[in-house]
Every structure is written in C-alpha cells, then in structure tokens.
Nanobody
Framework: QVQLVESGGGLVQAGGSLIPSCVAS????????MGWFRQAPGKEREFVAA????????YYADSVKGRFTISRDNAKNTVSLQMNSLKSEDTAVYYC???????????????????WGQGTQVTVSS
C-alpha cells in the first residue's frame, strides 16, 4: 500500500509560481510512474503531468506545456510540480498519483493509477 501526501499548494496571483510536492511512503517508489491531476469545482478530474520511473520521461497536458515541469527525486521519494505563469484557470485541487506497472500510453488516464494523495488546493487570483 502506497501512501501519498501532497503539500505546497496555496494562494498566488496570476503570473506567479508554486511548487506542490508529493512524498510517497513506499520504499520502491522509484519503480512507480507518478502523475499529477487536478479537479476544479464542478469539473471532472483532469490530467496535468506524468513522469515514468525508468527514464524519467515526462508527459504534459497541452494546457500546461511550457509552464509546468514535473520532476522526481527517488532518493527522497518525492515528485514535484513546478508551476509557472499561473492562470486563474489553473485553480483546482491538485492530486498526485502512483501506478505500477503501467502503460505509457495510458498515463494521462486517471484509471491507470492505483494510489492517490488527498490533494492540495491551488488558488490563482486574477
């Protein structure tokens, strides 16, 4: 059982930056693909970014490409999401998720993931 705990959300003005992070309890964290999803009020949960365990390949939703960067530190069991140039439409609860094994082509789907954190609120004021 993998436990995921997010932190680092908050309130920021449009154009600003935040770096939410997620710590995993599992010793074999490095073998999991990790993803970030978000859910705004009244909307479905949507994919934001993912990173594989083997080569650290990264994948992004079109809406965040060029603004967000996902990274992982396997020594610290941590995955982070550097969010720059934030917009009001980025406001949501952000969740990290873990999966093993996985299909790369499915990493944008929430159903691919087995473990989820409790979420961290990100609010961007315009």
């Amino acid at each position: 059982q993998v436990q995921l705990v997010e932190s680092g959300g908050g309130l920021v003005q449009a154009g600003g930056s935040l770096i939410p992070s997620c710590v995993a309890s599992e010793r074999t964290f490095r073998t999991y693909a990790m993803g970030w999803f978000r859910q705004a009020p009244g909307k479905e949960r949507e994919f934001v970014a993912a990173i594989t365990w083997s080569r650290g390949s990264t994948y992004y939703a079109d809406s965040v490409k060029g603004r967000f960067t996902i990274s992982r530190d396997n020594a610290k069991n941590t995955v982070s999401l550097q969010m720059n140039s934030l917009k009001s439409e980025d406001t949501a609860v952000y969740y990290c998720a873990a999966t093993r094994p996985y299909y790369i082509n499915h990493l944008a789907s929430s159903t691919e993931y087995d473990y989820w954190g409790q979420g961290t609120q990100v609010t961007v004021s315009s």
